[in-house]
């Protein structure tokens, strides 16, 4: 929608930019009445009312909707929570699965018609999810060893040569406090929106092609569009992807503050 | 508005703020009523596998001490069987022996009943032939000697001594 509006300014393809997706408010100028803050309060109503349903009868043999809701539950039960955290993994479970299919559906509004906009592409929301994070592993970490055995454990790797702790213990520090957290909001954030950059790309650009004066042009312009599917597709696969790398970072942290030695 | 979005990685306040809310709120409802009914049902499908496979050994042990009870019952009954045949055949065995005992015994009587009965016509038909014989002895002596031989005594006295005579000289 708001390509057309920018393609109609300029004389020549003005290709997309950060400013799209700056988005203005839906109505009035409050900030809190933007389409992202709508999306994500709107994926928080669907995952509740889907999760709700399905979970509702707890039948021991499973209907449709139960099982469809069972399989997300599991997977992150198991393949995310048991097989990385281990024992005690049942308490962590609750945040993994929320963190997980609130990225999921968030990503997945990018690709969904009429909604097309990935909430995780505002740097914000990925920044809130780190902080979630980043306080439950150091909170799970101080909790089992105690904040200075913890914090010990961090600043001087054990079973390290004293002279190695120059360089070590600076980078360990950084990496717990500042990198952990950072590359875990970056990499979902900066992957969704170049993604949805890359669609605005083809789509927008096949739209310009398209109503071009050169009969040349409009004769290319399928393939634009063509390739802004199969992006698309590869765009639903980037989305399940990150969603399930966030969750599984989140989960190896919380594992690595669980075990003393690490 | 194009300076606020030139740098991406800024946050927004709202944003930051809608965000902590939402997760917190979608994390609240998903604790309390999603991940415990989850659990419940993974739990109730533990239980029931457990108790399927618990309720299928015990049947299984059930089947098996039946069949043995079976199989004992069964030997019990073929022994009880051996032992009613064995005792019919000595049954049977001794009812013959005591029929051929009783017909033997029967055959006997009927033999001595038939000698007796043979020995009492023979002394009849002696005594009758006696009779007779001295009779017409008599007879034929009174016609040959021209005088009757009126006393009974007499005669049967000699009569009766011609005859045993003559068994005398047949012997």
Same mark, same amino acid.
């Given at each position: 929608?708001?390509?057309?509006?920018?393609?109609?300014?300029?004389?020549?393809?003005?290709?997309?930019?950060?400013?799209?997706?700056?988005?203005?408010?839906?109505?009035?100028?409050?900030?809190?009445?933007?389409?992202?803050?709508?999306?994500? %309060?709107?994926?928080?109503? $669907?995952?509740?009312?889907?999760?709700?349903?399905?979970?509702?009868?707890?039948?021991?043999?499973?209907? &449709?909707?139960?099982?469809?809701?069972?399989?997300?539950?599991? %997977?992150?039960?198991?393949?995310?929570?048991?097989?990385?955290?281990?024992?005690?993994?049942?308490?962590? $479970?609750?945040?993994?699965?929320?963190?997980?299919?609130?990225?999921? #559906?968030?990503?997945?509004?990018?690709?969904?018609?009429?909604?097309?906009?990935?909430?995780?592409?505002?740097?914000?929301?990925?920044?809130?999810?780190?902080?979630?994070?980043?306080?439950?592993?150091? /909170?799970?970490?101080?909790?089992?060893?105690?904040?200075?055995?913890?914090?010990?454990?961090?600043?001087?790797?054990?079973?390290?040569?004293?002279?190695?702790?120059?360089?070590?213990?600076?980078?360990?520090?950084?990496?717990?406090?500042?990198?952990?957290?950072?590359?875990?909001?970056?990499?979902?954030?900066?992957?969704?929106?170049?993604?949805?950059?890359?669609?605005?790309?083809?789509?927008?650009?096949?739209?310009?092609?398209?109503?071009?004066?050169?009969?040349?042009?409009?004769?290319?312009?399928?393939?634009?569009?063509? %390739?802004?599917?199969?992006?698309?597709?590869?765009?639903?696969?980037?989305?399940?992807?990150?969603?399930?790398?966030?969750?599984?970072?989140?989960?190896?942290?919380?594992?690595?503050?669980?075990?003393?030695?690490? | 508005?194009?300076? /606020?979005?030139?740098?991406?990685?800024?946050?927004?306040?709202?944003?930051? $703020?809608?965000?902590?809310?939402?997760?917190?709120?979608?994390?609240?409802?998903?604790?309390?009523?999603? #991940?415990?009914?989850?659990? &419940?049902?993974?739990?109730?499908?533990?239980? /029931?596998?457990?108790?399927?496979?618990? &309720?299928?050994? &015990?049947?299984?042990?059930?089947?098996?001490?039946?069949?043995?009870?079976?199989?004992?019952?069964?030997?019990?009954?073929?022994?009880?069987?051996?032992?009613?045949?064995?005792?019919?055949?000595?049954?049977?065995?001794?009812?013959?022996?005591?029929?051929?005992?009783?017909?033997?015994?029967?055959?006997?009587?009927?033999?001595? /009943?038939?000698?007796?009965?043979?020995?009492?016509?023979?002394?009849?038909?002696?005594?009758?032939?006696?009779?007779?014989?001295?009779?017409?002895?008599?007879?034929?002596?009174?016609?040959? #000697?021209?005088?009757?031989?009126?006393?009974?005594?007499?005669?049967?006295?000699? $009569?009766?001594?011609?005859?045993?005579?003559?068994?005398?000289?047949?012997?």
């Amino acid at each position: 929608m708001h390509i057309t509006g920018h393609l109609a300014s300029g004389p020549g393809f003005v290709p997309p930019s950060t400013t799209d997706f700056k988005l203005p408010s839906i109505f009035g100028h409050s900030d809190y009445a933007t389409k992202p803050v709508v999306l994500v %309060f709107f994926s928080v109503i $669907v995952i509740s009312l889907f999760f709700i349903l399905a979970s509702r009868k707890a039948a021991v043999v499973p209907s &449709k909707l139960q099982f469809a809701g069972e399989s997300i539950y599991s %997977f992150v039960r198991k393949d995310l929570g048991e097989e990385i955290i281990g024992a005690g993994f049942l308490a962590y $479970v609750p945040f993994l699965f929320t963190l997980f299919v609130f990225v999921l #559906v968030n990503n997945l509004f990018g690709i969904i018609p009429l909604i097309q906009f990935p909430t995780m592409s505002h740097v914000s929301f990925p920044y809130v999810l780190a902080i979630f994070t980043f306080v439950i592993f150091h /909170a799970v970490g101080i909790k089992r060893q105690g904040v200075v055995k913890y914090l010990k454990g961090i600043a001087f790797l054990p079973g390290v040569p004293k002279f190695a702790y120059i360089l070590l213990t600076p980078i360990e520090i950084a990496t717990y406090f500042l990198i952990r957290p950072v590359t875990l909001s970056l990499r979902l954030f900066a992957n969704m929106f170049a993604g949805h950059l890359l669609l605005l790309v083809f789509i927008g650009g096949g739209n310009y092609m398209l109503h071009d004066t050169h009969l040349f042009m409009k004769i290319l312009s399928p393939f634009s569009f063509g %390739f802004g599917i199969v992006m698309t597709f590869f765009e639903f696969m980037v989305q399940c992807l990150q969603a399930y790398i966030i969750t599984l970072l989140s989960a190896l942290f919380i594992a690595g503050a669980l075990v003393e030695e690490h | 508005m194009e300076a /606020a979005a030139a740098n991406p990685l800024v946050p927004n306040i709202a944003e930051i $703020v809608v965000g902590l809310i939402a997760f917190s709120l979608l994390y609240i409802v998903l604790r309390s009523r999603v #991940v415990p009914m989850f659990e &419940k049902a993974f739990t109730a499908r533990t239980e /029931a596998i457990e108790g399927g496979i618990a &309720k299928a050994e &015990k049947a299984q042990l059930d089947a098996q001490a039946a069949l043995a009870s079976y199989n004992a019952q069964l030997a019990d009954a073929r022994g009880e069987a051996q032992v009613i045949r064995e005792e019919a055949r000595v049954q049977g065995a001794n009812i013959i022996e005591e029929l051929r005992a009783k017909a033997q015994e029967e055959a006997t009587r009927i033999t001595a /009943a038939a000698h007796a009965s043979i020995e009492a016509e023979r002394q009849q038909a002696i005594a009758s032939l006696r009779h007779e014989v001295g009779t017409l002895a008599t007879e034929l002596a009174s016609k040959i #000697v021209g005088e009757a031989l009126d006393d009974q005594v007499r005669q049967s006295g000699i $009569v009766d001594r011609f005859l045993n005579d003559l068994e005398q000289s047949k012997k």
